[in-house]
């Protein structure tokens, strides 16, 4: 069984930056994609960002992309999300995803683990 962690969310102003970390220990797979989700108050979770397992490519929610980056290191183990210029937009609670079996984290359904979240919160 893999457990994520998420740690690095709070509150912050707009224009603002925070960058969000999710750990990543149990059974890990070599070849699993991770990613970043959120969900905002009476939203539904959305995809966020996605990493490929090969770490070769990411992709970004259109309301994101420019601003956030996700990244992860070496050992394949955490990952996170670098966000700047932050906007009310972005208050949500973030949850870090993993898939596997080749499918990438950009819906729900291909999600295998989830973290249980992390709040961030932009002021005006």
């Known amino acids: 069984q893999v457990q994520l962690v998420e740690s690095g969310g709070g509150l912050v102003q707009a224009g603002g930056s925070l960058r969000l970390s999710c750990g990543a220990s149990?059974?890990?797979?070599?070849?699993?994609?991770m990613g970043w989700f959120r969900q905002a108050p009476g939203k539904e979770r959305e995809f966020v960002a996605v990493l490929t397992w090969s770490g070769a490519s990411t992709f970004y929610a259109d309301s994101v992309k420019g601003r956030f980056t996700i990244s992860r290191d070496d050992a394949r183990t955490t990952w996170y999300l670098q966000m700047t210029d932050l906007n009310p937009e972005d208050t949500a609670v973030y949850y870090c995803?993993?898939?596997?079996?080749?499918?990438?984290?950009?819906?729900?359904?291909?999600?295998?683990?989830w973290g249980k979240g992390t709040l961030v919160t932009v002021s005006s």
């Open positions: 995803a993993a898939s596997s079996y080749g499918r990438l984290p950009t819906k729900t359904a291909n999600v295998d683990y």
């Open positions: 149990g059974r890990i797979f070599s070849n699993y994609a």
